[in-house]
């Protein structure tokens, strides 16, 4: 495999460029042929007369006066010249490139790329190029570094390409899926990504690399899966099913279709004899706690134990609350484990634990430390599953044996995202609401009504309910952010002195947020300043409005998680988002919150306003950084990719025959079919 090579075995490459290319992660020649372009110019030259004010055109003509030069210092200079171009003539101006002047006279050929000004006639260039010879119509632009040039690149790129044109080895797609789908071979579509001849040719040589990504991604992510449930294989939960509908039926609710769904789906999973490794995505209130508290249920009835791990103590305390109720009238022992646990008692919940006299253990990243022990644990349960890393999960997961795992989060993610992001997973999804509900009215007003805004929480307040009022943010800095919520906490202290305003931020004590919390629960506290501690899970039913200062500051995920704290009893719920809309993108975000509270919806919006990355926040997302699939834009190939997958490896003729070959040294080079082969 000529890709595999080191990229000094290509002509040009010497050891500065070796450098200069590895940090760029270019190690191989596969990797340098990959490296694509991140963007492509338009070099398409237009017709004038079809150009709009404003926009970035390239157009080809004839110089038609001497230029002229005018300079503002030493370095800044004005050379402007009059151009015959189709069949008009139209000013040209150039910065900075006064020695541009000699060059140009009467007659001079010249492509120009610049911003269009309708109304003066004129194009400022931005770029310009004499006697083009060259036809170009699409121009790659690479990221580079070091020394390394974009032309000394494009050179290495096609010296490679030549080199591994000599030597041609099989695509890596077979022949009769590049006719499916009509596309080009592999190194065809290489060489067309990085000299592309035109528009048509370069689409479809994306659209083959796109897939080709995709399908590899899909592919690891199924084997995984595979293995995953082969060798990992898990304990089968034999619970007698009369039990598990008499505790369904002594709910107080009856369940919805959606949570029934999801209830069958994660019990499915526990009978099996493979191991369970399910995402459970609902939006906030859609009543996911329940559904674990069945899978927990389901769990002790087959003679284990489970345990619950949230993000926060107030969560974890909550949560405790509930199950207990739930568990009560079944002889469940549930046990609450966190860092305010201590001492003697602590002492007696760990042995307790370990002997098997607690049934269900609630807690937060306690659960993880080495002095828990049980006695068979056999589900773990996460929830707010992307506030823990990956190896907190695995610290609690690996207590028992073959553990079977549900994370639950209430961020919504798109389908495909999902798809992508947890492909190894299985996903279940809550997508309704218990019936009933009353929506949350949203209003977005800029920082000049506050008074108002107060008003109308006074009004609220009046009639025995409260209020949330979150703090303006400041990513950088934690201090800023208490310093805000301690000065919006002693201005509506002012304001409201009829009634009690309390207040949460991350500076406090567990025990302090703790006494916050529970006195807000019981309606001592009637205001609530908090920053965004409150964030996740929180359930005080009586609470109707929140207000989030600086709105705009917030994505969309985060801003429908806060307004998820209310709504939550039977009142009218409202949310106030104060921002002042600077931005296009913060008008846009005010305006869908304002318009719609699906969940689903607000973050397929979110993805598109913010990208992928940014999606959990930096870095917490989980997606792979791919090299030329945009998952926003390719959701379908996404789509195809996983379907084609799915079917490859479970075929014989995947694992076997040549034409497969590829794609098989492939995922071996990517290390994944070294150790054990499946059949
Ligand atoms: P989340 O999915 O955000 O964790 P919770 O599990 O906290 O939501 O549920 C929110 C509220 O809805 C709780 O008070 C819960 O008791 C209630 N609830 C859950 N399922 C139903 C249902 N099927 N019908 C009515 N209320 C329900
Ligand atoms: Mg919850």
Redesign the pocket.
């Known amino acids: 495999m000529l890709e595999t090579l080191p990229v000094s075995v290509i002509k040009g490459v010497g050891p500065e460029t070796v450098r200069d290319l590895e940090s760029l992660n270019i190690i191989t020649v596969g990797d340098l042929l990959e490296h694509f372009p991140y963007r492509y110019d338009n070099y398409q030259p237009k017709d004038l007369a079809q150009a709009a004010h404003g926009e970035k055109i390239t157009i080809i003509g004839k110089v038609h006066s001497e230029p002229s030069l005018r300079f503002y210092s030493k370095k800044k200079s004005r050379l402007s010249f009059r151009v015959f171009s189709g069949n008009y003539l139209i000013t040209a101006v150039v910065f900075n490139r006064g020695f541009l002047k000699k060059r140009l006279s009467e007659g001079t050929q010249v492509l120009l790329v610049g911003k269009w000004d309708a109304y003066n006639a004129t194009l400022t260039a931005s770029e310009i190029q004499l006697n083009p010879s060259e036809k170009r119509t699409v121009e790659p632009v690479y990221s580079v570094r070091g020394d390394l040039t974009v032309k000394g690149l494009r050179k290495i790129i096609r010296n490679a390409l030549d080199y591994v044109s000599e030597n041609p080895t099989n695509d890596l797609l077979p022949e009769a899926l590049r006719k499916k789908y009509k596309i080009p071979e592999r190194l065809q579509a290489l060489r067309q990504l990085h000299f592309p001849t035109d528009r048509q040719s370069l689409k479809h040589a994306r659209r083959r690399m796109v897939y080709e990504e995709l399908l590899l991604f899909q592919l690891k992510l199924q084997i995984l899966k595979t293995r995953h449930r082969q060798l990992g294989s898990g304990v089968a939960k034999n619970f007698d099913p009369k039990i598990m509908e008499r505790f369904i039926n002594a709910l107080?609710?009856?369940?919805?279709k959606a949570?029934e769904r999801v209830v069958d789906e994660i019990l499915t999973d526990l009978k099996s004899p493979f191991r369970m490794n399910r995402l459970l995505q609902?939006?906030?209130?859609?009543?996911?706690?329940?559904v674990c508290a069945i899978g927990l249920f389901a769990a002790v009835q087959a003679g284990f134990q489970g345990a619950l791990m949230a993000p926060t103590e107030i969560l974890a305390e909550q949560h405790a609350e509930?199950l207990s109720k739930l568990f009560q009238p079944f002889d469940v022992k549930v046990a609450l484990l966190t860092g305010a646990v201590k001492g003697k008692e602590r002492r007696k919940r760990l042995q307790d634990l370990e002997n098997g006299d607690i049934d269900v253990v609630i807690g937060t990243h306690a659960l993880i430390q080495e002095v828990v022990r049980f006695s068979n644990l056999g589900l773990v349960v996460t929830?707010e599953q992307h506030r823990f890393g990956v190896e907190q999960r695995r610290a609690l997961r690996s207590k028992g044996e073959q553990t079977d795992v549900l994370f639950?989060t209430?961020t919504p993610i798109p389908r495909t995202l999902a798809i992508a992001a947890f492909g190894d997973m299985d996903v279940s999804t809550?997508d309704e609401m218990?019936?009933?509900r009353k929506k949350i009215k949203t209003a977005w007003v800029k920082h000049d009504r506050l008074e108002a805004v107060l008003t109308f929480i006074r009004k609220e307040l009046k009639a025995g309910r409260q209020a949330y009022v979150i703090c303006p943010l400041i990513e950088e800095s934690e201090q800023l952010d208490v310093q805000n919520a301690i000065d919006v906490h002693n201005y509506l202290t002012q304001f409201f002195k009829e009634f009690h305003v309390g207040l949460l931020h991350g500076r406090m004590s567990g025990e302090e947020k703790e006494a916050v919390m529970t006195a807000f629960k019981s309606g001592d506290i009637h205001v609530l300043v908090s920053t965004t501690v409150v964030e996740v899970?929180v359930?005080v039913?009586n609470a109707t409005v929140m207000v989030i200062y600086d709105a705009e500051r917030f994505g969309l995920a985060q801003l429908h998680q806060l307004r998820?704290r209310v709504g939550?009893g039977d009142a009218q719920s409202y949310c106030i988002l104060i921002a002042d809309g600077k931005s296009e993108t913060a008008r846009e975000r005010m305006r869908i919150m304002t318009e719609t509270t699906d969940g689903f919806k607000l973050s397929e919006y979110d993805l598109k306003l913010r990208g992928p990355g940014d999606f959990f926040g930096y870095k917490q997302s989980g997606l792979p950084d791919f090299k030329i699939a945009d998952l926003i834009h390719d959701y379908r190939a996404l789509e195809v990719a996983r379907r084609d997958a799915g079917e490859m490896v479970s075929s014989k003729a995947f694992w076997e025959a040549p034409e497969y070959e590829g794609l098989r040294e492939r995922l071996e080079r990517d290390g994944l079919l070294e150790s054990e082969r499946f059949d």
């Open positions: 107080p609710f009856s369940l919805t949570q609902g939006d906030v209130g859609s009543g996911k706690t329940v509930q929830d639950m209430a809550i218990p019936s009933g899970g359930n039913p998820g939550r």
